[in-house]
Antibody, heavy 122, light 108 residues
Framework: QITLKESGPTLVKPTQTLTLTCTLS??????????VGWIRQPPGKALEWLAL???????RYSPSLKNRLIITKDTSKNQVVLTMTNMAPVDTATYYC??????????????WGQGTLVTVSS | SYVLTQPPSVSVAPGQTARFTCGGY??????VHWFQQKPGQAPVLVVY???DRPSGIPERFSGSNSGNTATLTISRVEAGDEADYYC???????????FGGGTKLTVL
């Protein structure tokens, strides 16, 4: 069964760089069509898509955040890592990693991790 | 960038029908996915590709999409359906994913 689990710091200081890891289970990022993405949700607010990486290492970034984001994969560890630079209090949110299987014009995020709350504060 | 608009709240009595709208320019030409998020939990996919249901999602959940509005319908609403509901599309022009602002369902 497919599961994803986020890990990383729960508290970061303003201007610091956040590094989050998503550990995958039940599927491989070597499989054609597979993608893993990151989505965040500030407390009480809506979901916001951040980034996505495909099995072939193709990457996509939110246009509003692309200058601060880097997404990478380590297929040997079955992990995806998101790096976000220059963190600010407005980046306080629950960060989710998600699975997608490309099978047409548009595919849904069909599996979600439990999420990890990151607070940005000095 | 592409924008999805959802009303902030919907209220219905148990047993009634709840409808959630998701507005976007020519959204009928896109595939719309819907997520349910209960407090403190991760979102769950309830409808994909406008009207398909993942395994395990009750038939009470259905979707439609035409023109500038997509709609998620929950029939015979139960107290356990109380949650936030989000629509989402992939914007082909920018190759990015977009979420609506979400609608909170209150079961009276």
């Amino acid at each position: 069964q497919i599961t994803l689990k986020e890990s990383g710091p729960t508290l970061v200081k303003p201007t610091q760089t956040l590094t989050l890891t998503c550990t995958l289970s039940g599927f491989s990022l070597n499989t054609s069509g597979v993608g893993v993405g990151w989505i965040r949700q500030p407390p009480g607010k809506a979901l916001e898509w951040l980034a996505l990486i495909y099995w072939d290492d193709d990457k996509r970034y939110s246009p509003s955040l692309k200058n601060r984001l880097i997404i990478t994969k380590d297929t040997s560890k079955n992990q995806v890592v998101l790096t976000m630079t220059n963190m600010a209090p407005v980046d306080t949110a629950t960060y989710y990693c998600v699975h997608i299987m490309v099978r047409g014009v548009s595919s849904p995020f069909d599996y979600w991790g439990q999420g990890t709350l990151v607070t940005v504060s000095s | 960038s592409y924008v999805l608009t959802q009303p902030p709240s919907v209220s219905v009595a148990p047993g009634q029908t709840a409808r959630f709208t998701c507005g976007g320019y020519n959204i009928g030409s896109k595939s719309v996915h819907w997520f349910q998020q209960k407090p403190g939990q991760a979102p769950v996919l309830v409808v994909y590709d406008d009207s398909d249901r993942p395994s395990g999602i009750p038939e009470r959940f259905s979707g439609s999409n035409s023109g500038n509005t997509a709609t998620l319908t929950i029939s015979r609403v139960e107290a356990g359906d109380e949650a936030d509901y989000y629509c989402q599309v992939w914007d082909s022009s920018s190759d990015h994913w977009v979420f609506g602002g979400g609608t909170k369902l209150t079961v009276l």
